[in-house]
C-alpha cells in the first residue's frame, strides 16, 4: 500500500490541485468550503512533497519515476522526481500554503464577489497544479502544456482585481507571455526535429551525439527557449509586463506570481539548459557566458530602477527582476557551488517575495495608501506585519542568519570557482542597491511619526501565514539542513548529465 | 625614600595652598626651607662619592626610578635655594600683581617638577617631571591672561612640547641603539648601532636645547620671560633654563664624558661649543637692541646659557682634558642663577613702584631706591664677570678651557675665543646701559609709588651675599661640590 | 563557559526588556539599563581575565554548512574589556545627558542591543562569526544615529548605512575567497592563509582593508564619520569614538595577524603601502579636525586620524609596534570618550557647540575644562598621559621595522593635535563666564562623575602603565 503511494506521489501532487480545481466552482457560494477545499489540497501537497523528499534523500539521490498511463519512454510521458524535481516541489508547497491561508477571508474585498473569488481559487489551484508538473516532468511537450496552463492561469490570476489597470496589465502579459510560449514551442519543435524525441532524458542523450551536424538548429533551438522563457521569467530586459501585471494583482496573486509562477518558469528553464543540452554544449554555445551577463545586467539594472519607484508594490516587482537575474546569473555558472546557489537562492526569493508581498498587501489594505513615503509610523501600529516585512528585507539584501545569505554565499562561492569576477562584484553590489531600496520603507516604519490612525494588523490567519513565512526564512537560513543538501545533490545531478 | 620625599614635600605644599584660606603663612617660603635643609642632610654624602638610588617597584614596562649623585645634588639645592629666596619675595610682589594663589600653587609645582627631574634615575622619569614642569610653568608665562601673555603662552608650551617629543623620539632611538635604555648617571654607554646613536643623542640635544633656549631654539624665551610675573621670569631665567642644561649635562654623560668619543660622536663637542658660541652672540646682540629691561634681562639669559652650553662643548672635545669645560659650566650654572635671580627681582621692585620696564621712561633712581640700586650693582658686577664676585670665577674657568682648546690649533675653536671675549664686552656694555638708564642718569618724570618693602630687599640681599660670599671665597665651591661632580 | 555567555547576552536581553517596558517608568528603566551593563561588563571582565590566564573555551555553531564559533583570545578580551568598561560609563553618563530626552526607550533598547553586538564582535573566534556580529553592528547602531530624527540624522543614517554595507560587502567577498583558497576561518590556531601561496593574494589584502577600513575611518572611507555626529554625544563618544570604530580596527588587527599572519604580510607588496595610508589619514585627519569649528565634527576627525596611530601600529609588523597599537587602543578610547563627554556638558549646560563661542566656558564648568585639558594633553602623546605610552612603543615599532619616518610622522601629528586642542582650552579659560558655575546639580554630576574618572584613570595608566601590560603583552605573545 504504502508502496503504491509513494510510486504514485509524484503524479498525485500535479493531479491533486487540479482536481480540486475542477471540483471548486460547484461549491462557489460556500466561502468556508472554498477555503478549506483549498489548505487541505494545500496541505496535502506539502505533505506529499515533504515524503517524496525523505525518500530522495534517503535513496541519495535516485529518483522516483512515473509513467503515466503506464506507457514506457520513449512513447509515454515519464515523470521524474528527482532532487531537483523534489525541491521545486516542497517550494511550490512550502509558499503556496502560508499563502493560501493569508488569502482566506481576505480576498472578498479584493476581488469582488464570492463566486469571483471562487474563480480565483481555481486559476489558483490550476497554476499550482501546473508548477507541481514542471518540477517534475522529464517531457518536452508536457512541459509546454504546463507552461500554457500556468501563463493562462496567471493571466487570470492579474486580471482577477476588478479595475481598469489590473485588465491593461493583464492584457499586455498575455500577449508578451504567448510570445514567449511561441517561442518556446518553436524551440521545443526544433529539438524534436533534431533529437526525434520528446523524452527529455533520450533528447539529451541523442542531442549530445549529433548536434555537430546541426549547429544552427541547435543554435536556434536554444536562442528560442532563451528568450520563451526569459519573456515568461522576466529576465531583463524582457520583464516589461511583470511591474504592471504584479502590481495590480490581488496580495495572495502578486505573492504566487513573483514567488512561485516565475521560479517554474526558471525551472523549466534550468531543465532544458542542464538536462537536454548539457553543460557541455552550453559552455560551447558560450550559453553560460550569456546568462552570466544577462544576469549581471538584470540585477544592476531592476534594483536601480526599483529605486526610482514610488509605489511599494512596483519597488518589489521591479526587486523580482533583479532577484531572477540572480537566479539567471547562478544558472551562468556551470559548476557545483553557482548551482547550488542558485537553486537555494531561488527557494529563498521564493518564499521572502511572498513574505514582501503579503506584507506589503496587508499594509496596503489596512492603510489605503499606495506609496512608500506614505507608510511613514506603519511599524508601530501593525507591529507583527512590519516584522515580516523587516526579516524578509533583510533576508532579501543578504544578512547572515536568514535564507538570502546561504544562497549568495554559494553563488560567491561558485563565482570564484568559474573565474567570474564582474559576478562577485555584481553580487554584492546588487545587495548594497537592494538595502538601498528596501531599508528606507523599513526606516519609515519604524521612525517616523504616522498620521492618527486606526491602523491594525490583519487578521489570524494572515498573521500565521506571515509567521510561518518568517520562521521559514530565519530556518533556512540558520539551519538548512537537508534542504540545502537536496539543493547540492540537485546541482550535481544537472552537471553530471552528459 | 628621601628622593622621592623631596620632589612630594612641594607637591603637598601646593595642595595647601589650593585648600587653605588664610594667608598667614608663606607656604612656599616654608616648603622650600625644608627642602633645603632635608636636601642638605640628606644629600651631603653624595658629595663623597655615595649616590643614592631609589626604585617604586611597580609592574610592567615602567619602573621609575631615583637617583642623586652630586650632580643633582648641586641642582637640587641650588633649585631649593632659588625658590626660597623668591619665596621671600613673592607674596609682597604678587599683592599688587593679583591672582597670588594660583599663582603660588604653580610655584609649587614647578619646583616639585623641578626637583623630581633632577632627582630622576632613568629617562622615563626625567621626561614625566620634564613634562610636568612644563605644564606648571605654562600657568606662570599666561598668569596675567592678557593677548600677549597668551600668545607668549602659546610660544612656550608648543616649543615645549615639541622639546618633549624630541625627547620621546630620542629615546626611542637610544632604545633602538643599545640594549637596554641607560640609567640615568649611569656613565658611558656603549651603542651597538651608532647611526641611531648619534641621531638619539641630536634629538636629546634639541629636546633639552629647546628648554634651555639655545640658539636657534630659544625663540619663545624672551616673550614668555618678559611677560610673566618678575618671581616667575627670575625662576625661569634663574633655573627652568637650566633644567635643560641640566639635561644636556646627562646626555653628555652617557654620550662618553672625560673621554675620547668615539667616531660617531665626535662632532658633538665642537657641535655644541659651535652652538653655544651661537647662542652667546645672539644673545647678547639682541639684548643690547632692547629698551624692555625684562627682555634684555630674557635675552642675557639666552647668552649666558650660551656659555653654559660652550662649556660644555669644549669639555666633551677635549675629552680626557675636558673637566675644565664642564667645571666651568656647572659653576657658571650656579652662578648665573643666582645673579639673574637678583637682577630680575630688583627690575621688579622697580616695575613695582613705577608701573614702568621701558628703560627710557626710567632713569635717575638711586635716589628712590638706594638699596636696591647697591644690591642691582652687584648683580651687575656678577654677570659681568667682575672680580670679586662669583661671576668672575665661573668665567674665568670657561676662558680656561676655551684656551685650552683654542691651543690645539684649530680655527674655530681660535674664533671661538675670539667671540668668548667680544661677548663679554657686549655683556659689559649692554649692562652699563640697563643700570645707567635705570639708577643713574636723568630723573624720568614717572610717578613713583610707595616706599620699597623690606621683604623684596631681603631677598635680594639674599641673593648677592650668597654671590659675594662665593665671590670671595671661589674655591670653596669647586673643591667641594663641582669636581665630584665631573 | 558560563561567562562568555552571559557577557554576550546581557546586553541583548536587557535591551528587549527595557524595549517593552512601559515608557513612563523611567526611573526602573534606568535601573533595568544600570543591571544589565554593569552585568555584561562584570562578565566580560572574568572572560578576559580568564583569557588572559590562560583559559580557553569556545562555542561553536552551524548555519548553512558554515561554522561560526565563538573563541576569545588576548586580542579580543582586551578589545571587549575596553568596550565594556566604556559602555559601563556611557550609560551613566546617558543617565545625565538623556535626561529629560525624547525616545529614550529606543535609545536604551539599541544602546544596551550594541553592546551584546559589539561584545560579539570582539569574542568571535572566526571571519564568520565576525562578519555577522559586523554586520549587525551596522544595524543595531542605526536607530542610535538617527536618534534626532532630524533631516540631517536621517540623512547621516543613510550614510552610514550606504558606507557600512559597501564595506560588508568587499569584506564577505573576501571572506569567500579566504574559504575558497584555506578551507577554514578559525582564527585559533595560526593565521589562516599562511601557508597559501596564491597570485591574488594582494588584491585580497585590499578587500580585507576595504572591509573593515570602513568602520575604521579610514581615509578616504571615513566619511559617514563626521556626519555620524549628528547622534547624541553619549553615542558619539562610545559608537563612534570606541565601540563601532574599533570593531573596524579590530577587523583589520585580525586581518593582519590572524587571517595573514605577520610574516605573510611582509612579503605583500601591498602590506608596504599600508603604512603610508595609515599616515596620511593620521596627518590629514588631524589636520582637517584643526579647521573645524563645530567641536564635535572637530572631534570626530580627531578620531579619524587617531584610530590610524592603532593600524600604523600593526602594520610596522614589529611586536612593539602592536605593542604600540594595543597600547593605544586603550589609551586613545579613555581619552577621547573624556573628551566626547566634556564636549557633552558644555553643550548641555551651556549651549555652545562651537569652539569659537566657548570662550570663558572654562570658568562656568572648570571640571570639566580641566578634564578636557587632561585629554588634550593625551592626545598629544604627553607624559604623564597613557598615550605617552602608546606613541613611544609605536615610534619603537617605526624604528625596529626600519621605518623611521613614520617615527616623524607622529611628532608631526604631535605637533598638530596641540594645535588642535590647546587653543581651545586656554580660550575657554579667557574671558567672562557665561553663566557661574554650571556645574551644580544632580543630572550634571551623571555625566561630570564618569568624566573626571575616566580622566584620573588614563592619569594612573599613565604614570603606571603596568595595569594594563599584562593584557597588552597577553596580546604580543600570542601572535609573535
Redesign the interface.
Known amino acids: 500500500m504504502i508502496a503504491s503511494i509513494t510510486a504514485n506521489l509524484p503524479v498525485f501532487v500535479v493531479i491533486a490541485p487540479l482536481f480540486v480545481a475542477f471540483v471548486l466552482p460547484t461549491f462557489a457560494r460556500r466561502m468556508r468550503l472554498v477555503e478549506g477545499l483549498v489548505i487541505f489540497v494545500e496541505t496535502l501537497g506539502l505533505v506529499g512533497a515533504g515524503y517524496l523528499a525523505s525518500i530522495v534523500l534517503r535513496q541519495k539521490g535516485i529518483p522516483i519515476i512515473y509513467q503515466l498511463g503506464g506507457w514506457p519512454a520513449p512513447w509515454g510521458i515519464e515523470l521524474e522526481a528527482g532532487s531537483l524535481g523534489v525541491f521545486f516541489l516542497l517550494v511550490i508547497a512550502g509558499v503556496s500554503l502560508p499563502v493560501s491561508l493569508f488569502a482566506k477571508g481576505n480576498l472578498t474585498e479584493e476581488v469582488g464577489s464570492k463566486e469571483r473569488v471562487a474563480r480565483f481559487y481555481v486559476l489558483y489551484l490550476l497554476l499550482g497544479g501546473a508548477l507541481a508538473g514542471m518540477a517534475v516532468t522529464n517531457d518536452l511537450f508536457n512541459v509546454f502544456v504546463l507552461v500554457e496552463v500556468a501563463t493562462l492561469s496567471c493571466c487570470g490570476l492579474v486580471s482577477a482585481r476588478n479595475h481598469p489597470r489590473a485588465a491593461e496589465a493583464a492584457f499586455t502579459y498575455l500577449i508578451m507571455a504567448t510570445l514567449g510560449s511561441t517561442l518556446v514551442l518553436g524551440g521545443i519543435g526544433f529539438l524534436y526535429m533534431v533529437t526525434g524525441h520528446l523524452n527529455m532524458g533520450f533528447a539529451s542523450q541523442e542531442l549530445g551525439r549529433i548536434w555537430q551536424d546541426y549547429p544552427h538548429v541547435v543554435w536556434m533551438a536554444v536562442s528560442f527557449i532563451l528568450v520563451g522563457f526569459g519573456v515568461k521569467s522576466a529576465i531583463f530586459p524582457l520583464h516589461v509586463w511583470l511591474p504592471d501585471a504584479h502590481s495590480t494583482a490581488p496580495s495572495p496573486a502578486s505573492a504566487i506570481l513573483s514567488g512561485l509562477a516565475v521560479k517554474g518558469y526558471l525551472i523549466c528553464l534550468l531543465k532544458f539548459l542542464y538536462s537536454v543540452f548539457g553543460p557541455e554544449l552550453m559552455q560551447k554555445f558560450a550559453v553560460h557566458r550569456i546568462l552570466a551577463l544577462v544576469g549581471a545586467v538584470a540585477i544592476i539594472a531592476g534594483s536601480v530602477l526599483a529605486l526610482t519607484q514610488e509605489e511599494l508594490k512596483r519597488r518589489l516587482a521591479y526587486s523580482t527582476v533583479a532577484q531572477v537575474g540572480y537566479i539567471i546569473l547562478g544558472f551562468g555558472l556551470v559548476n557545483t557551488k553557482g548551482l547550488t546557489g542558485t537553486l537555494f537562492y531561488l527557494a529563498s526569493h521564493a518564499v521572502i517575495k511572498s513574505t514582501l508581498f503579503l506584507a506589503a498587501g496587508a499594509m496596503l489594505a489596512a492603510t489605503g495608501k499606495k506609496n512608500v513615503r506614505e507608510l511613514a509610523g506603519v511599524g508601530r501600529k501593525m507591529p507583527i506585519t512590519m516584522a515580516a516585512f523587516t526579516v524578509g528585507s533583510?533576508g532579501l539584501?543578504?544578512?547572515?542568519?536568514f535564507s538570502g545569505?546561504?544562497g549568495?554565499?554559494y553563488l560567491?562561492?561558485g563565482s570564484?570557482?568559474a573565474g567570474n569576477i564582474l559576478s562577485?562584484?555584481v553580487i554584492?553590489?546588487g545587495?548594497?542597491l537592494c538595502?538601498?531600496y528596501l531599508?528606507?520603507v523599513i526606516?519609515g516604519a519604524y521612525?517616523?511619526p504616522g498620521p492618527e490612525e486606526d491602523w491594525k494588523d490583519p487578521g489570524l490567519p494572515q498573521k500565521i501565514a506571515l509567521i510561518l513565512l518568517v520562521a521559514a526564512i530565519v530556518i533556512l537560513?540558520?539551519?538548512?539542513g537537508p534542504f540545502?543538501e537536496l539543493a547540492k545533490r540537485a546541482a550535481a545531478e544537472l552537471l553530471a548529465l552528459q | 625614600m628621601l628622593l622621592v620625599i623631596l620632589p612630594a614635600i612641594p607637591l603637598i605644599g601646593g595642595l595647601f595652598v589650593l585648600f587653605k584660606r588664610s594667608r598667614a603663612i608663606n607656604i612656599p617660603l616654608v616648603t622650600s626651607a625644608i627642602v633645603f635643609v632635608l636636601g642638605g642632610f640628606g644629600l651631603g654624602n653624595v658629595f663623597e662619592g655615595r649616590p643614592l638610588n631609589f626604585r617604586i617597584p611597580l609592574s610592567g614596562p615602567y619602573t621609575p626610578t631615583f637617583h642623586a649623585d652630586s650632580l643633582s645634588a648641586i641642582f637640587v639645592l641650588l633649585a631649593a635655594f632659588l625658590w626660597f629666596a623668591v619665596s621671600i619675595y613673592a607674596p609682597e610682589y604678587m599683592k599688587h600683581e593679583g591672582g597670588t594663589r594660583r599663582f603660588e600653587f604653580c610655584t609649587l609645582l614647578t619646583l616639585s617638577a623641578v626637583l623630581g627631574v633632577f632627582l630622576a634615575g632613568d629617562l622615563f622619569t626625567i621626561l614625566l617631571f620634564f613634562e610636568l614642569m612644563t605644564i606648571a610653568s605654562f600657568f606662570w608665562v599666561i598668569h596675567r591672561w592678557n593677548k600677549e601673555a597668551v600668545r607668549a603662552g602659546y610660544f612656550y608650551l608648543f616649543f615645549s612640547i615639541v622639546g618633549g617629543l624630541f625627547l620621546a623620539l630620542g629615546i626611542v632611538l637610544l632604545g633602538a641603539a643599545t640594549e637596554a635604555l641607560p640609567e640615568v648617571g649611569g656613565g658611558f654607554v656603549a651603542p651597538l648601532d651608532s647611526r641611531l646613536f648619534t641621531w638619539s643623542v641630536v634629538l636629546f640635544m634639541a629636546g633639552f636645547g629647546i628648554k634651555a633656549g639655545m640658539a636657534p631654539l630659544h625663540l619663545w624665551l624672551p616673550h614668555a620671560h618678559s611677560v610673566a610675573p618678575t618671581p616667575s621670569s627670575a625662576l625661569l631665567s634663574g633655573l627652568l633654563i637650566k633644567v635643560g642644561a641640566y639635561g644636556l649635562i646627562r646626555v653628555g654623560e652617557f654620550a662618553g664624558w672625560g673621554r675620547v668619543l668615539g667616531s660617531g660622536m665626535t662632532w658633538l663637542g665642537p657641535g655644541l661649543a659651535l652652538l653655544g658660541a651661537c647662542t652667546m652672540l645672539v644673545g647678547v646682540t639682541a639684548a643690547l637692541l632692547q629698551s624692555d629691561a625684562k627682555r634684555l634681562l630674557a635675552y642675557h639669559s639666552v647668552s649666558q646659557i650660551g656659555y653654559i652650553i660652550l662649556g660644555l662643548g669644549i669639555g666633551l672635545y677635549l675629552g680626557s682634558d675636558g673637566g675644565l669645560g664642564l667645571l666651568g659650566a656647572i659653576y657658571h650654572i650656579v652662578n648665573h642663577a643666582l645673579f639673574k635671580a637678583a637682577l630680575f627681582l630688583g627690575v621688579g621692585v622697580i616695575y613695582l613702584h613705577t608701573k614702568e620696564t621701558n628703560l627710557y621712561n626710567l632713569g635717575g633712581l638711586w635716589r628712590r631706591f638706594p638699596v636696591t640700586a647697591v644690591l642691582m650693582f652687584l648683580a651687575v658686577l656678577g654677570i659681568t664677570g667682575a672680580p670679586g664676585l662669583n661671576g668672575y670665577a665661573s668665567k674665568t674657568l670657561l676662558h680656561h678651557a676655551v684656551s685650552l682648546a683654542a691651543e690645539t690649533g684649530t680655527p674655530w675653536v681660535v674664533w671661538v675665543e675670539r667671540l668668548f671675549l667680544l661677548v663679554g664686552v657686549g655683556t659689559t656694555a649692554s649692562f652699563t646701559k640697563l643700570y645707567y638708564l635705570i639708577f643713574l642718569g636723568k630723573p624720568a618724570k614717572i610717578k613713583i609709588s610707595g616706599g620699597v618693602s623690606p621683604r623684596l630687599q631681603l631677598a635680594m640681599g639674599l641673593l648677592t651675599a650668597v654671590m659675594v660670599g662665593i665671590g670671595l671665597a671661589p674655591e670653596f665651591f669647586p673643591n667641594n661640590v663641582a669636581v665630584p661632580a665631573a | 563557559m558560563l561567562a562568555l555567555i552571559l557577557a554576550l547576552s546581557s546586553g541583548v536581553v536587557g535591551g528587549l526588556i527595557v524595549a517593552v517596558m512601559p515608557q513612563a517608568r523611567s526611573r526602573l528603566r534606568n535601573l533595568v539599563v544600570l543591571v544589565f551593563s554593569v552585568s555584561g561588563t562584570i562578565f566580560s571582565w572574568q572572560v578576559a581575565l580568564m583569557v588572559f590566564a590562560g583559559e580557553n573555551f569556545r562555542i561553536v555553531g552551524e548555519f548553512g554548512g558554515l561554522a561560526w564559533s565563538l573563541d576569545p583570545d588576548p586580542l579580543g578580551a582586551v578589545f571587549g574589556l575596553i568596550a565594556s568598561t566604556l559602555w559601563l560609563f556611557t550609560t551613566v553618563y546617558s543617565f545625565g545627558y538623556m535626561a529629560g530626552k525624547h525616545k529614550q526607550r529606543t535609545y536604551y533598547t539599541f544602546l544596551l542591543i550594541s553592546f551584546s553586538v559589539t561584545l560579539g564582535v570582539a569574542f568571535s573566534g572566526n571571519l564568520v562569526a565576525l562578519y555577522l556580529f559586523y554586520e549587525l553592528l551596522t544595524f543595531a547602531t542605526y536607530p542610535l544615529v538617527i536618534h534626532e530624527r532630524s533631516s540631517g540624522a536621517v540623512k547621516a543614517g543613510a550614510k552610514y548605512i550606504l558606507y557600512n554595507l559597501s564595506g560588508a560587502g568587499a569584506l564577505l567577498i573576501a571572506i569567500v575567497i579566504t574559504y575558497g583558497w584555506a578551507g577554514n576561518l578559525d582564527f585559533a590556531g595560526g593565521p589562516i592563509l599562511a601557508n597559501c601561496l596564491k597570485n591574488g593574494l594582494n588584491w585580497l589584502l585590499v578587500l580585507f582593508t576595504i572591509g573593515f577600513g570602513v568602520k575604521a575611518a579610514i581615509m578616504p572611507l571615513h566619511r559617514w564619520l563626521p556626519a555620524a555626529m549628528v547622534a547624541p554625544t553619549p553615542v558619539s563618544a562610545l559608537l563612534h569614538a570606541v565601540a563601532v570604530v574599533y570593531s573596524g580596527v579590530y577587523g583589520i588587527l585580525r586581518v593582519v595577524y590572524s587571517v595573514f599572519g605577520h610574516e605573510l604580510m611582509a612579503e605583500l607588496s601591498f602590506s608596504s603601502m599600508l603604512p603610508l595610508i595609515a599616515a596620511f589619514t593620521i596627518l590629514v585627519g588631524v589636520t582637517i579636525a584643526t579647521q573645524q569649528d563645530v567641536l564635535k565634527r572637530r572631534l570626530a576627525y580627531h578620531t579619524i586620524s587617531q584610530l590610524s596611530y592603532i593600524l600604523l601600529g600593526a602594520f610596522t609588523l614589529q611586536p612593539s609596534g602592536l605593542t604600540g597599537a594595543i597600547l593605544h587602543m586603550i589609551s586613545y578610547s579613555t581619552l577621547k570618550v573624556t573628551l566626547f563627554f566634556c564636549a557633552g556638558i558644555i553643550a548641555e549646560q551651556t549651549g555652545e557647540i562651537k569652539v569659537s563661542k566657548m570662550g570663558g566656558v572654562g570658568w562656568s564648568l572648570p571640571m570639566t575644562m580641566a578634564a578636557f585639558g587632561i585629554a588634550s594633553l593625551g592626545m598629544i602623546g604627553m607624559l604623564p598621559l597613557n598615550t605617552f605610552w602608546s606613541k613611544y612603543y609605536l615610534m619603537k615599532g617605526s624604528v625596529a621595522g626600519g621605518r623611521w619616518p613614520l617615527a616623524l610622522v607622529l611628532i608631526a601629528s604631535g605637533i598638530i593635535n596641540a594645535v588642535c586642542f590647546i587653543p581651545t582650552v586656554v580660550t575657554a579659560f579667557r574671558g567672562k563666564s557665561v553663566q557661574p558655575n554650571a556645574e551644580r546639580g544632580g543630572r550634571v554630576a551623571l555625566m561630570l562623575a564618569p568624566t573626571l574618572l575616566l580622566a584620573a584613570i588614563a592619569l594612573s595608566i599613565g604614570l603606571w602603565p603596568g595595569i594594563v601590560w599584562p593584557g597588552v603583552q597577553a596580546v604580543v605573545n600570542w601572535f609573535f
Do not use: H, N, Q
Request: net charge neutral; aromatic share 10%; glycine share 6%.
Open positions: 533583510l539584501i543578504g544578512i547572515p542568519l545569505f546561504i549568495k554565499w560567491l562561492l570564484l570557482e562577485v562584484a554584492i553590489a545587495s548594497v538595502a538601498a531599508l528606507p526606516r521612525f517616523e537560513g540558520v539551519v538548512p540545502l
